[in-house]
Every structure is written in C-alpha cells, then in structure tokens.
C-alpha cells in the first residue's frame, strides 16, 4: 500500500467522494475477488483501477454501489446519486434515444417537462443532438455508450462509476470517447473511479492509476499522473506519457509475474 | 427447467420459419438481383408454383385414382360448386350483420344466411373462428398472467412449469371425453379446448421473454431503486413483447386447429366447419368439402398473418429482426 492512499482514508467519510476501507470480497462459491483493498477517491479527482480480466477490478464498482455487500471492511460513499456507466450500454431497445435518457428522471420521479428538459441538454452534451428519435438499434456502439453516458449526466452525479465503457469499442472510437469524457470531467467537475485493462486509457484519462494484482486483487501500485487539464490527443505521444505508461505497465507486469 | 427447454420453445414451428426464410431469402443475393427483378420474381415465382399445383390438381384423378376419380373433382368444379352457386351478395350481407350481431354486445339482429354451399361454409367458419378466438382471448389472459406469476419468483416458477410441459404433452383427444363429461358438449367445451391447445406456447414464450432481459438491466433498476411493479412495467414487460407476439402467433394457429377438433367432437349447438367437414365426408360430397378445407386453411393462414402483422406492429420499429431483413 502506498502512503497516500493509506493517508487519505484518515477523513475518508467527510471528504472523500468514494473510500475503500480494507474491503475484502469472497464470493459463496470461494472466489476470493478482492483482499484488503483501501483507497480513496476525492472530489474533483478520476482514479482509474487498472487490472487483466478477472482480477475483480469490475467487484470494487459493484461493491462501491451497493450491488454487492463486502465480506469484509466497508465502503464510505453518497449513495442518493451515483453515476453507473456499465460495460454494455444497457439501452432499452423499445425506448429511443430520449426516452432512454429519460429513464432516471422517470425512476426518481422527476415531472414531464424537467425530464425532458435534462434529457435535451444531455444529449446535446455527449453530442446526440438530431438522434433523440432514433431506437438503439439504428445506433453504432460509439454511439450507444455516449446515450448510456447522457443518461447518467441527467442526474448530475457528484460521483461517476465507469465499468470498462469503453472496452467494446474499436480504438478510434475509443481514443474519440476518452477525449469528450474528459471534456466532460473538466465541465462537470466529477470524482470518477474508472476500471479499464487498457494502460494508455487509464494514463491518459486518470489524476491516478491503481494497478490491480492477479485474484485476489489488491491494489499493489498507486501512481500519480500529474498531467492537468484539458489534455489533448496529442499528449499521447509525449514523451511523459510514454514513461507513465511504462511505468504502469511495469507494476502490471511484475504483480502478475 | 434448463436454459435449452427455454430456448426450445422460442422457436417457431416450422410453418413460421419457412415465413421467415421465404421474406429473408431475397435479401441474400441482393447483389445478383435488382430491385425491380426481385418485385417480378416475388410475384411471379408463387404463382408459378401455384400454376403448377393447379395442373397437379388436375392430372391427380387421372395419376392417383383412376378408378375413383370422384374423390378428386377438378378445381374449376369445385369454384363453382363450393365458391359460386346459389351465392349472392345478400347471403354475405346477412352474415356481415350475423358476425356484427355477435361481436357487439346486446345487439341481435335476427338473420339466419342461407342459401348456398359457400354461406353454409361461411357460418360454419364463423362459428369456429368464434370459438378459436374466445379461446385464444382466454388463453392469453390466463397465459399471461401465469408467466407473470412465475417471472416473479423462480420456486413459483420451478413448481409449475414441469405441468406445463405435461400439459403441452398430453395428446389434447385423450382429453376431449373428460372436458365433455365436464363441461358438456357445446361452446364452452370447444372453448376449453382452444385454451388448453393454445396455452402452453403463449404462457412459455411471454416467461422466455420476461426473463430475457440481462442482468445489467435489472443492476440499472435496482440502483436506482425501482421495485417489483416499476421493474415489471418499465423492463420485463416491453422486453418480452418480441417473444409474446411469436408465441401469440403459434397460439393463434394452434387455436384455430383446437376449435375445428372441438367441432369434430363436441357436436351440440350449432356446427362449425369442423362438423360440417364431417358431414360433406360421410356423404362423399367431395366438392363441398373441398371448399370447406380450402375456407379452413384461409382461416388458419388468416389469424398467423394478422399475428405477425400485429407483433410487427407493436415490436417492428425497435425489435432487430433477424439479420438480413
């Protein structure tokens, strides 16, 4: 464990947006997914977990949620309004576009004209503007995810949960979707906590990357990206870029060696 | 119940699919054939078939039963006997008010249409269709709510869906002394029959369709707190429509099959095409029954149409169709 993480929890209920605390996590099958994971995520600060598949990077989300109750340690986090992004977009096909975006207004009980309302300015945000009357169907995947996005943005969640969103997506599209997540972040002004097991994702979007270790996950690295903000595509190819990225990819490496 | 009894009775019969392959086929050389090729192809290729089971139907007698050519009448006998003797345009008018006068509540309008082979037909496939769709209206109900039901829990799920199976199994003859020792000989127990021929595809298909959603959708429900009724109304509900209509449709099918059975067996009340199929066969009446077949079939190919035509309705729009259409 590194010393910030571990010095963050100090105060972690009153201002951290999302705090781990020693959350231990086996499954009633024996899975053993998660061991002794404590970090913390501030206000205004996008943490990125970054793992190979199976090392229960997606079980901090859903623990972090509610979905899932911890066996062991706890999770201190606002639940009244969290932004869930799932791995799939999870867009209801007899819905279009915009009754799509509307459900959460719709779940919370929000009246006519507010859900539309939001709905509108949300979907002009992630840029969908002249698709509101489109089915899920006539969309492409890129496409799917902003509408699953611009559904979350419709509650203005002080924390965002992203679950691999992208992971689906060829590379442009991924790379294209990074930049306007970050565009957004900066807008917005959310704590994140994003999972991905692409490292040039997590460096490029990330105040900090978590590397996750093989099953049971812990979190064996912390790095700070000191990058600010906005980024530009073209911070890909610097050269501190390329050295976070090896760095990241060299603890992933040795935790899984 | 494992995950391949469900995906079993997904699939339509094979009348269903031979629908679906006939309106995808096209769509598969879309580079060989042009728009405007495909159009007189679509037209011209059935009714060459159809030309050419009028010829078979024709060279048959002659083929097949030299010594008995009665049982075969040629087609153009058949029209005319079955299809145009004797009928006029008020035998259908009578009928027209005799169909209103049944539909519409507390209305009766006194007709009795008669008159010619084709109005006999007619109001005998009046009764059956009656009987077919009272029984598919309750099936649907009872279908319906019963998946419901077992969508909610999967103990009340796992403890009636063995029975269903064994209802779909039994041979639905074996059962028609029971249901006529029960429930008489009339409406009702051709009504019985409909819903217990009809019940099974509806009730397992609109379950498959409750159940389809994944579990991300219901993670999306519970985080933001929806209960039984918003999660039944806002995802399962809508999700289950596709697989509903398909069931609805095979139901629809199978209903008009249950009424024409009750019609052979339950003869009390007024007799439908069923009864009458038997009398014109009893009396070798080959002409009549011919029509009489021929009216049947349209009736069958009439509610699978209008099914589907109703699920493209209701689904078309946002449903992805199989790819290729």
Redesign the interface.
């Known amino acids: 464990m590194t010393e910030t993480a571990a010095m963050g929890l100090a105060g972690a209920t009153r201002e951290s947006a999302v705090a781990f605390d020693h959350v231990d996590m086996v499954f009633p099958d024996g899975t053993h997914a998660v061991e002794d994971v404590s970090f913390a995520v501030s206000p205004g600060e996008f943490v990125t977990v970054v793992g190979p598949s199976g090392c229960g990077k997606s079980t901090l989300l859903r623990i972090a949620s509610g979905l899932e109750t911890p066996t062991g340690g706890a999770v201190h986090i606002d639940r009244s309004n969290i932004g869930y992004v799932f791995q799939d977009a999870t867009l209801m096909d007899w819905r279009t576009v915009k009754r799509n975006v509307e459900l959460l207004g719709e779940l919370h009980g929000l009246d006519k004209a507010e859900r539309a309302r939001r709905a509108q300015e949300a979907i002009a945000t992630v840029g969908l503007s002249g698709f509101e009357d489109h089915y899920p169907k006539a969309l492409s995947g890129g496409m799917r995810m902003r509408t699953s996005i611009a559904r979350s943005l419709t509650l203005a969640p002080p924390v965002f949960l992203f679950d691999e969103p992208f992971g689906a997506l060829d590379e442009i599209t991924r790379e294209h979707l990074n930049g306007e997540l970050l565009r957004l972040f900066v807008d917005k002004g959310f704590a994140a906590l994003f999972i991905t097991h692409s490292i040039y994702e997590a460096v490029f979007l990330s105040t900090r990357v978590l590397v996750m270790s093989a099953r049971p996950g812990r979190i064996v690295a912390d790095i700070e990206i000191p990058f600010g903000y906005p980024r530009s595509d073209e911070l890909r190819f610097d050269a501190g870029f390329a050295e976070l990225s090896g760095l990241v990819s060299h603890e992933l490496r040795s935790a899984h060696a | 119940m494992s995950a391949t009894e469900k995906l079993q009775v997904e699939v339509p019969p094979a009348a269903s699919m031979a629908e679906e392959d006939l309106a995808t086929a096209p769509g598969i050389i879309p580079a060989l054939t042009t728009k405007r090729q495909y159009r007189h192809m679509s037209l011209l290729g059935p009714l060459a078939v159809f030309a050419a089971f009028i010829g078979f139907w024709y060279a048959a007698p002659y083929l097949f039963f030299s010594d008995r050519k009665f049982l075969v009448p040629p087609p153009h006998d058949v029209l005319y006997v079955a299809f145009i003797e004797n009928a006029t345009l008020g035998q259908l008018w009578d009928l027209l008010q005799l169909v209103v006068s049944d539909i519409v509540p507390f209305l009766t309008i006194d007709v009795e249409p008669e008159g010619s082979v084709l109005i006999d037909n007619l109001v005998a496939l009046w009764l059956t269709t009656k009987v077919a769709l009272t029984g598919l209206f309750f099936a649907i109900v009872l279908g319906t709510l019963g998946a419901m039901l077992m969508s909610q829990a999967r103990w009340i799920e796992q403890s009636f869906y063995p029975y269903l199976i064994a209802l779909q199994a039994v041979p639905i003859l074996a059962l028609v002394p029971l249901i006529g020792s029960f429930f008489g000989f009339g409406f009702t127990a051709r009504v019985i029959v409909c819903i217990i021929i009809s019940f099974f595809p509806i009730v397992a298909n609109t379950l498959f369709g409750l159940l389809s959603a994944?579990r991300?959708?219901h993670?999306?429900?519970?985080?933001?707190?929806?209960g039984r009724l918003?999660r039944l109304r806002?995802?399962m509900i809508?999700?289950a429509?596709p697989a509903a209509f398909t069931g609805l449709r095979i139901a629809a099918g199978l209903s008009v099959i249950g009424a024409i059975v009750g019609d052979f067996f339950f003869r009390r009340g007024d007799p439908g095409i069923g009864s009458l199929l038997d009398v014109y066969f009893a009396r070798i009446r080959q002409e009549e029954l011919f029509g009489a077949t021929i009216l049947s079939s349209l009736l069958g190919i009439a509610v699978f149409v209008f099914f589907g035509w109703l699920g493209r309705l209701v689904?078309g729009?946002?449903?992805?169709e199989r790819a290729g259409t």
């Open positions: 994944e991300g959708y993670e999306l429900l519970s985080l933001h707190g929806a918003i806002k995802l809508p999700a429509l689904t729009a946002w449903h992805e």
